[in-house]
């Protein structure tokens, strides 16, 4: 079992509408939960962390944690052409950061 | 922000040749750094774990004597590649976190602008 697991996608959205991105990990011990944003050919930038249950919410994007389901998301809101990336969850377990394989996110104008 | 330096961007080179890619903190210091490897299409993979003033900690199935590591300061870790092969082209992306003590729950890590390697 992979320890960050993310659907591929693609998502394909249009502009203007809620992206939804899901994540889950194996690790029930897990500490913190980031959202990161990867154009093709760059490196992640960070959107978002999380590691207190429930929603954290950040302009247009809102993160929701929920530990006992080992389940984390990320919502974008009002999703534009500039959001098109992929995303990548990533978990925290003690010193590292484990990566999901990433979701492809394509919005539609 | 914080600030992390890779050079170089990109960089061919034959095959059986050695590479070597820096990482710098530019505006804090890092006590350690990361440093990932993606191919294409597949999500960040861990390498290894540079810690300053010590040996390198390597991933599962990372071969430490072909990617030699050294984190000789607080905000310089180097990445060599040796006796570089065709499968060894890819992504290679270091990352840093500040130097604030062994709890850094929230404190995300700052990534370079990655190296992209192409053996011939």
């Known amino acids: 079992q992979k320890e960050v697991e993310q659907n591929s996608g693609p998502l394909s959205v249009p502009e203007g509408a809620i992206a939804s991105l899901n994540c889950t990990y194996s690790?029930?011990?897990?500490?913190?939960f980031f959202w990161y944003r990867q154009y093709s050919g760059k490196s992640p930038e960070l959107i978002m962390f999380?590691?207190?249950?429930g929603d954290k919410e950040d302009g247009r994007f809102t993160a929701q944690l929920n530990k006992a389901s080992q389940y984390v998301s990320l919502l974008i809101r009002d999703s534009q052409p500039s959001d098109s990336a992929t995303y990548l969850c990533?978990?925290?377990?003690?010193?590292?950061?484990?990566f999901g394989a990433g979701t492809t996110v394509t919005v539609r104008a | 922000g914080a600030v992390v330096s890779q050079h170089p961007s990109w960089v061919i080179c034959k095959s059986g040749t050695s590479v070597k890619i820096e990482c710098r903190s530019l505006?804090?210091?890092?006590?350690?750094m990361f440093w990932y490897r993606q191919f294409p299409k597949q999500s960040l993979m861990l390498m290894a774990t540079?810690?300053?003033?010590?040996?390198?900690?390597?991933e599962q199935g990372v071969e430490k004597d072909k990617f030699l590591i050294n984190h000789a300061s607080l905000t310089l870790s180097t990445l060599t590649v040796t006796s570089a092969h065709p499968e060894d082209s890819s992504f290679y992306i270091c990352?840093?976190?500040?130097?604030?003590?062994?709890?850094?729950?929230?404190?995300?890590?700052?990534f370079g602008n990655g190296t992209r390697l192409t053996v011939t």
């Open positions: 990352s840093a976190r500040e130097a604030r003590g062994s709890r850094w729950m929230g404190s995300p890590l700052h």
């Open positions: 690790d029930r011990g897990s500490q913190s």
């Open positions: 999380i590691y207190s249950n």
């Open positions: 990533a978990v925290k377990n003690d010193y590292k950061l484990s």
């Open positions: 505006d804090f210091q890092a006590t350690t």
């Open positions: 540079s810690n300053e003033g010590s040996k390198a900690t390597y």
